[in-house]
């Protein structure tokens, strides 16, 4: 049974910074896509950045929009994600969601429009 619990998203103003975390259970597998996707409602998904591991090796891919402001990654249990956000735009509000979905390639393409697996959300308010 897998669960995905989001936390630390709240009200900043710009220039501001937060860090989501994501408490990941019953989720164990060697290869894997596990990130941050956001949504404002009305509009589609928006891949934020995910972590791909594909046995011992793990990448990083971000949305352009966050490259440079956004940092995810992971504890060594892999049992907790998170996402560094510095440097905050009021385009960055929005609900957080983390997901995960198993699988070699599982990191490719829309990987957010895919996904398995993904918790309940936390907002993130930035103000201009």
């Known amino acids: 049974n897998v669960q995905m619990v989001e936390s630390g998203g709240g009200s900043v103003q710009a220039g501001g910074s937060l860090r989501l975390s994501c408490e990941v259970s019953?989720?164990?597998?060697?290869?894997?896509?596990m990130g941050w996707f956001r949504q404002v409602p009305g509009k589609e998904r928006e891949g934020v950045a995910a972590?791909?591991?594909?046995?011992?090796?793990?990448?990083?891919i971000y949305a352009d929009s966050v490259k440079g402001r956004f940092t995810v990654a992971q504890d060594n249990d892999e049992s907790i994600l998170y996402l560094e956000m510095n440097s905050l735009k009021p385009e960055d509000t929005a609900m957080y969601y983390c997901?995960?979905?198993?699988?070699?390639?599982?990191?490719?393409?829309?990987?957010?429009?895919?996904?398995?697996?993904w918790g309940q959300g936390t907002q993130v308010t930035v103000s201009s």
């Open positions: 019953g989720f164990r597998y060697d290869a894997y896509c």
């Open positions: 972590l791909a591991k594909v046995h011992s090796t793990r990448s990083t």
């Open positions: 997901a995960a979905e198993a699988g070699m390639d599982a990191c490719s393409g829309r990987w957010w429009e895919y996904v398995q697996y």
